[in-house]
């Protein structure tokens, strides 16, 4: 099974972003506040290791895990999976497509490649990523 290394990965996701911020869309290259980090779509304990820490279950959000908007994905979660931002723990983060700060929706593969998707489609497959249930949250701030 293919392993990726975080460090790796989150590289490849500021390329694959242009380096913005994937909620609003800031420029996090400079580094300005409130910060960069990125971000596990689905929790690290319920990803398969093959996808756990590739590119596509990583994005790259301004802030931390309490400020800016990877703040607000872990304060909203159940709106943060309408979004693709936070993948339930049943689903494969490869079939879960995500909004970008455009609006364009997007499905993530594991060698850092996206592939764009209309809003149509994205709509049937994220319907499969938002049954409502209680999730836990780890801080996978790195
Ligand atoms: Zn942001």
């Not at 290394?5 to 869309?25: I, L, N, P, Y």
């Not at 590119?55 to 800016?68: H, I, K, M």
């Not at 929706?105 to 149509?120: H, Y």
Request: hydrophobic share 30%; net charge neutral.
């Amino acid at each position: 099974m293919m392993k990726h290394s975080f460090e790796q990965s989150a590289k490849t996701v500021a390329v694959r972003q242009d380096w913005h911020c994937m909620r609003c869309g800031r420029n996090t290259r400079d580094g300005s506040w409130p910060g960069v980090s990125t971000h596990h779509r689905q929790l690290r304990r319920s990803a398969s290791p093959d996808v756990r820490d590739s590119p596509a279950n990583l994005v790259r959000l301004c802030g931390t895990g309490t400020t800016g908007c990877h703040g607000w994905v872990h304060a909203h979660p159940a709106l943060a999976r309408r979004f693709g931002w936070i993948v339930s723990m049943w689903a494969d983060p490869r079939r879960v497509p995500v909004k970008d700060w455009r609006g364009q929706w997007m499905l993530l593969d594991a060698d850092g490649d996206f592939q764009p998707i209309s809003r149509g489609e994205a709509i049937r497959l994220i319907s499969e990523n938002t049954n409502e249930t209680i999730e836990g949250d780890d801080d996978d701030n790195e």
